[in-house]
């Protein structure tokens, strides 16, 4: 079993940065490969980043490249989502979370690694308010 923990969200004024961590526990982070959603009030959660389990390989959805960077730190079992230039629309709860890599997993299409559903272990979320 996998245990997530999200940290680092807080309130932003537009424009500002944030650090959001996530912190894996139970087993090994390198067997994971991880993503970052966001859900909104009133809507769906939705894909925000991605990295795969040796960190080669990264994803974002694409209003947040050039802002947005995904990281890991599997000696410190962390993964990160470094957040610049926010936006208050940006406003959402963040989730952290984690998909075992197996051989000849498909989770490097655009259609696995975006989805929540391919995604069995999530964190409970932090809050990200960016005011205007």
């Known amino acids: 079993q996998v245990q997530l923990v999200e940290s680092g969200g807080g309130l932003v004024q537009a424009g500002g940065s944030l650090r959001l961590s996530c912190a894996v526990s139970?087993?090994?982070?390198?067997?994971?490969?991880m993503g970052w959603f966001r859900q909104a009030p009133g809507k769906e959660r939705e894909f925000v980043a991605a990295?795969?389990?040796?960190?080669?390989?990264?994803y974002y959805v694409d209003g947040v490249k050039g802002r947005f960077t995904i990281s890991r730190d599997d000696a410190k079992s962390t993964v990160y989502l470094q957040m610049n230039s926010l936006k208050p629309e940006e406003k959402a709860v963040y989730y952290c979370?984690?998909?075992?890599?197996?051989?000849?997993?498909?989770?490097?299409?655009?259609?696995?690694?975006?989805?929540?559903?391919?995604?069995?272990?999530w964190g409970q979320g932090t809050q990200v308010t960016v005011s205007s």
């Open positions: 979370a984690a998909d075992l890599a197996t051989p000849g997993t498909s989770w490097y299409r655009d259609t696995y690694y975006s989805s929540v559903h391919e995604y069995r272990y």
């Open positions: 139970g087993r090994p982070s390198n067997r994971y490969n």
């Open positions: 990295i795969s389990w040796s960190g080669g390989s990264t």
